[in-house]
């Protein structure tokens, strides 16, 4: 109850289709939080329990080598990073919605296999942990409060009602129908905590394209740089995915 809180029979919705129908795509499940000891790690742990080795935990390192043996065939993968590169974002939307994947492994033969597993993404940046969009219907992004009075043996007492807990599971009937590809419609993943990651990551790029630009005017002593957003797109942020020529001039016609 403390992970989803108003967002309870949803949460449970979560659970239950990862129990009783793992091939189902559902959304990229994020839990943030300034604190510490907000229980986020032993949500991963409670579903480490019951998924056992189904479940992995991982780092960045993991998602930007071309390796991906660690996760490929599990059914969860917890991220616990404080900020997510943009290459491992785009290989995470990529991946969110794909029915396959090419395992890759080191010193084996790549070969393609069916693919349904599901990120979680922890962090204490709660603004900035990775760069969205208001079209992004990929993320839930919870913001977790801190944890009431701390419990050292929280974590086993969850463990020991596993089996009642998944046989709640496997009889309820799920909250909301399947409205989208991953399941739940977008707008009820909708957050504030989303909101804000939207309304940064837009700050965010209006400060790139700033300093770029003043870099540059530093850098060959110019009082003025004239060019267009294609110019902008090509000859600074080329290599960019989540910087998009569309986003370049939204940013400048509305921020600037």
């Not at 009642?164 to 957050?191: D, G, I, K, Q």
């Not at 909101?195 to 700050?203: A, G, I, N, T």
Request: proline share 3%; hydrophobic share 40%.
């Amino acid at each position: 109850t403390h992970i989803f809180e108003e967002h309870l029979e949803m949460g449970y919705d979560y659970i239950q289709l990862l129990w009783t129908n793992p091939t189902q795509i559902l959304p990229v499940l994020c839990l943030v939080s300034e604190e510490n000891q907000t229980g986020k790690t032993t949500f991963g742990n409670f579903l480490n329990a019951i998924f056992g080795h189904n479940f992995v935990a991982i780092g960045q390192n993991e998602l930007t080598t071309e390796f991906n043996g660690s996760y490929a065939s599990k059914l969860i993968a917890m991220v616990d990073e404080s900020w997510i590169s943009y290459k491992v974002i785009d290989k995470l939307k990529f991946m969110a919605t794909s029915p396959s994947i090419m395992l890759r492994q080191m010193n084996k033969d790549h070969m393609p296999i069916d693919f349904f597993c599901k990120f979680i993404l922890c962090s204490n940046r709660v603004d900035d942990f990775i760069i969205a969009n208001e079209n992004d219907e990929r993320y839930w992004v919870r913001k977790i409060k801190k944890f009431g009075k701390f419990d050292p043996d929280f974590l086993a007492k969850l463990i020991k009602e596993i089996p009642y807990f998944l046989h709640f599971l496997s009889n309820r009937e799920l909250s909301v129908p399947n409205e989208s590809r991953a399941y739940f419609a977008p707008a009820r993943l909708r957050t504030k905590a989303f909101e804000d990651l939207v309304r940064h990551s837009k700050d965010v790029l209006i400060k790139e394209i700033v300093e770029t630009l003043l870099i540059t005017m530093e850098r060959d002593e110019l009082n003025s740089i004239d060019c267009t957003c294609k110019d902008l797109k090509d000859a600074y942020f080329y290599i960019r995915n989540d910087i998009t020529l569309t986003k370049i001039k939204e940013a400048i016609q509305k921020e600037l």
